[in-house]
């Protein structure tokens, strides 16, 4: 008996590799779905703009395997799931699991708006090392501290990658007409921006992010001593294609542990390179168990910290127009690119949240529109890391000083330089045309610092809050 048609529901798995969902989907005819859905909309900026980017990639190979596209539809899964379902008479909608909270609940929506045909969501691991309930205490809890999470995560190892995608797909006619990819434009909020961002894009898809990450892997031996330098290509720039599934982690995993074993003197590199990729592990964790920390302080005491709101100070750090150097290089890198270093972005994050004593939404809030590896868990912990409300969170006397950080991270200044100066017009052609002029920076680095200080021990002095 031939395998009977069903769906494959495209979210964040722009992939064919380890991709199980679309390999279980794939063993009849199948039909590949994307949905410009509420949930997409309401992403940022920025990140729909990588996804369109995925989308074309994702397309095009589709296309050479069956011949034809992904269809595209506007509106909501639940409704139009069930209708296309019948019309293929598909008994099965298979997804890749993309553990987000908001995800979550639009998969109950659409599993039983399946359900009144007598039909059902599958869902498939992929976006995660490891199912997350495997990582547990000894006590069968979860974990709030990132070593004993590592120590356990490795102790058990990661899941292999799963099944892939075959050579040769059979595509199921659609049942109704799609958008065309050519017309999308999903951020349309960017304006201008669309064109440098373009620009300055590094390659979508699958096969660019397995060339990235080969290309890595030949200079992994310096990664543990050279990623934090803001001036080299040091790190592996993978995060965009994982934020979008064009690779799985598992896969990730097992090719960068094989370099380590066949090259010894890569393994610390590979090791350390690991140790990053279980901080995205750990990331998404928390927001499983926590789904709140995406909006509320991990730390409930933290809730009465004396955060400021929005203030043209904000605004003028929004703007990348504080006058600290490496500040306005690594806010003009994120809004030209759509990407920032690690290092800048920790050091921007503190300026926000203690020279500036601002609330630390307001920065996760600006990260999630201009970043196209926008990660809802890794932006959420990692703010929450740097602002010291989050589990295993850097402690809030921890204040970036950005002049030492720049002298030590980018020593001859070619950073800052290439922000400041050689893309400053890139930079202002991102800039709406009409803006009010904001009055000059009152905080100085030791004034901001002194005033984070105080605010912090007032504040541990009224809540009792610990470090
Ligand atoms: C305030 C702030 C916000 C951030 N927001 C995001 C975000 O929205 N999306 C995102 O992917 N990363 C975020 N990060 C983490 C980190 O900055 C990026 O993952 C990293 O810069 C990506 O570059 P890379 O791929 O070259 O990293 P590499 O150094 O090559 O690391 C390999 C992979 O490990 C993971 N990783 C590395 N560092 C971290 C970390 N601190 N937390 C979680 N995972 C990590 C990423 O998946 C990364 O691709 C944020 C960090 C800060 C300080």
Known sequence: ????????????????????????????????????????MAQGAASRWRLERGLRAFDAELRRRSGQGVLILRGEPDQLLPGLAAALDAAKVHQSDWPAPEMRVLQARVDAALQVGGRRLVLHPGHLLIHPRL????????????????????????????????????????????LALENLNLAPDLHGGRAVLDRHAVPAGEAAALARLDAFLDRVTDYETRRDRTDLEATSGLSEHLALGEISPRSLWALARARGRDTPAASAGVEKFLSELIWREFAWHLLIEFPQMASAPWRPEWRDFPWQGDSDQAEAWRRAETGIPLIDAGLREMRVTGRMHNRVR????????????TDWRLGLAHFQDSLSDWDPAANAMNWQWV????????????????????????????????????????????????????????????????????????????TGAQE
């Open 1 to 40: 008996m031939s395998p009977p048609p069903a769906i494959f529901w495209l979210t964040r798995d722009f992939r064919f590799s380890d991709n199980a969902a679309l390999a279980a989907a794939a063993r009849g005819p199948v039909l590949a779905v994307f949905f410009i859905d509420r949930l997409l």
């Open 135 to 178: 990582v547990r205490t000894k006590t069968g809890g979860s974990y709030r501290v990132y070593t004993p999470f590592a120590r356990t995560l490795r102790g058990i190892g990661p899941d292999q990658p799963g099944a892939s995608a075959p050579e040769r797909i059979t595509q199921a006619a659609p049942p109704a007409k799609g």
């Open 346 to 357: 920790m050091v921007v994050a503190s300026w926000l949240t203690k020279h500036l004593l």
């Open 387 to 462: 602002a010291g409300c989050g589990p295993d969170a850097s402690p809030f006397f921890r204040i970036f000083n950005p002049e030492t950080q720049a002298e030590r991270h980018d020593p001859a200044g070619r950073y800052r330089q290439l922000w400041l100066e050689t893309r400053a017009a890139d930079y202002r052609a991102t800039l709406p045309r009409s803006q009010r002029a904001l009055p000059p920076a009152r905080v100085t680095l030791e004034a901001g610092r002194q005033r984070a200080l105080d605010a912090y021990a007032s504040f541990r002095q009224t």
